[in-house]
């Protein structure tokens, strides 16, 4: 039996027109019936860069009885000249996640999938302090078991003070070593109130991974990267 939580994770790739631009992380979340794709905002937008797809492609896992067997599924970014993604800001300014509402009545019938839901939200942020191990689930440099097309799980701890805005931000810290691929990956930890269940997502998702966080007076010759990473 495949763990539910590979399957909650998706890879994504962006696209303009049909060119292929950049490989990205993104999951599944289902509210009230509606299901949706969440992923970091710089993957959808990225004006600082240039980055401007107009459209992703997922992969979906369409047969409980292979696991090898996917499907791609195309999601234009832009509809009648507007995005289709919800994005959102606070008090610190632009918040880097969106989420996508997926069609259902255009998924395949034979859908295999998992998703997170409103229950796997934290009720009190004091459940969770600095220093909490957390994985990291997502497709880093693109990587990932290209057989059963499933994502790979890096360990991480919470490196800042959970439930408390770093430097006036919407974000916590992770340590873990990330790459380019990951953005968009879900951070969860096992939800100690529930027995493990590899066939229910029986972990607690804390945030999204966004982008590995460095400093500009950094020595390139002196210095290793901090492999501190946000997480919104």
Not at 105 to 124: G, N, W
Not at 202 to 225: C, K, N, P, V, Y
Request: with cysteine; glycine share 8%; charged share 25%.
């Amino acid at each position: 039996m495949i763990e539910s939580l590979l399957l909650a994770v998706t890879r994504v790739t962006t696209r303009l027109g049909d060119r292929e631009l950049t490989g990205a992380t993104g999951f599944f979340f289902e509210r009230d019936g509606r299901l949706f794709l969440i992923t970091a905002r710089h993957v959808v937008l990225d004006a600082a860069s240039g980055h401007r797809p107009d459209g992703l492609l997922i992969e979906l896992h369409v047969d409980p009885d292979d696991v090898a067997q996917t499907t791609h599924f195309s999601i234009p970014l832009y509809r009648d000249g507007e995005p289709v993604w919800r994005q959102t800001t606070d008090t610190g300014g632009e918040i880097d996640v969106v989420a996508i509402e997926l069609d259902r009545a255009a998924l395949p019938e034979s859908l295999t999938i998992r998703a997170f839901t409103p229950a796997h939200l934290l009720q009190h942020l004091d459940e969770i302090e600095v220093g909490t191990p957390v994985l990291i689930v997502g497709f880093p440099l693109g990587f990932h078991d290209a057989l059963h097309r499933l994502p790979v799980a890096r360990q991480a701890v919470i490196a800042s003070a959970f439930g408390m805005r770093f430097q006036g931000h919407g974000y916590f810290l992770t340590d873990a070593r990330t790459h380019r691929g990951a953005s968009g990956a879900p951070v969860v930890t096992r939800d100690a109130t529930r027995a493990s269940d590899r066939a229910e997502l029986t972990w607690r998702l804390l945030g999204i991974h966004a982008s590995r966080l460095d400093m500009s007076h950094r020595d390139l010759q002196e210095d290793g990267h901090l492999d501190l990473n946000c997480a919104w």
